[in-house]
């Protein structure tokens, strides 16, 4: 049987939010089969469970954003994408804050964080979305154009093209394939990180926001280059922090899709409209299992391994 997965134990971090610009502490905790994903607001009188699902998304400006109530968390995507990626079904995320530290801007300080406490099957199975018929949504035409798809297929894979009118972003690759069989997440896709403009650090704190940014947990870029002395972590490290974002924003299915994501200029607000076009079409898609592992894609009975 393919089985859910937890932590063996809890592990820690602390962090500012990136735009709150907040300090929060964040601990992962194991969690029972069957939970899903359950962000905790300790920090409220009465704390407040957030179980991740397509509609618990509320806000996807520059973030995706999950509420309960009045409760929410902010920019839970690169977390969502570790565990997407490292396959972690169960997990309780504990935080003292409104949002989810940045920290290294990518979802490298979670993967490590993730395997430092251990991965653990647990004696459930492993229940996924298979796709089982095309699923687009679109939106704008021409220069504004911008698209997401999923297919069906067995396995998960996630390609992404990326358009900016940039000359350090188009001197770049611009589109990326990733195939989770392939075990590279951590390698390949983990530590892309999050990017912005300087022009458009000046405009978000003008509206407090990006509070938290700065070259430790961000590419910079003003109109000619990039302003990190370390420079690029990949040479195409911008297309690959859009997949690294949809695989966290698909992630808030509640449970990981069987199926090829395409997409175009794609963003938090398109990816969650498609996943909920998909719970929306009750033919596009069913839920399995794998009593036998063999039955499952490649790969997809190993944890990803680590870097
Ligand atoms: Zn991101």
Request: net charge negative.
């Amino acid at each position: 049987m393919l089985r859910q997965r937890t932590l063996k134990t809890l592990t820690k971090a602390v962090g500012v939010g990136l735009h709150s610009g907040q300090r929060v502490e964040l601990t992962l905790r194991p969690a029972q089969p069957d939970t899903g994903i359950v962000f905790r607001r300790t920090d409220l009188a009465v704390p407040v469970d957030i179980p991740v699902s397509a509609e618990a998304v509320t806000d996807t400006r520059l973030a995706s954003t999950i509420s309960n109530g009045g409760a929410k968390v902010h920019t839970v995507e690169h977390l969502m994408s570790a565990c997407a990626g490292l396959g972690v079904d169960n997990l309780y995320v504990d935080i003292t804050a409104e949002e989810v530290p940045i920290l290294d801007g990518s979802s490298a300080s979670f993967v490590f964080l993730l395997q430092s406490a251990g991965i653990e099957q647990q004696n459930a199975p492993r229940r996924f979305i298979r796709v089982l018929r095309p699923v687009e949504v679109r939106e704008g035409e021409g220069e504004n154009l911008k698209w997401a798809r999923l297919d069906p297929y067995h396995g998960y894979k996630l390609r992404f093209e990326i358009d900016f009118a940039h000359r350090v972003v188009d001197s770049t690759g611009q589109h990326h394939e990733f195939d989770l069989s392939s075990g590279q997440y951590s390698r390949d896709i983990a530590r892309a990180r999050t990017f912005g403009f300087t022009k458009d650090v000046e405009m978000m704190r003008s509206r407090g926001l990006g509070l938290g940014a700065g070259m430790d947990n961000a590419i910079v870029m003003d109109d000619y280059r990039v302003l990190n002395a370390e420079g690029l972590r990949y040479d195409d490290e911008f297309v690959k922090h859009k997949i690294l974002d949809a695989m966290g924003d698909l992630y808030l299915l509640g449970k990981p899709l069987l199926a090829a994501y395409s997409a175009f200029r794609s963003g938090h607000a398109m990816n969650n409209r498609l996943i909920r076009a998909l719970l929306a079409d009750q033919d596009a898609f069913e839920v399995v299992s794998f009593a036998d592992e063999r039955q499952a894609p490649a790969g997809f009975a190993v944890p990803a391994r680590a870097w």
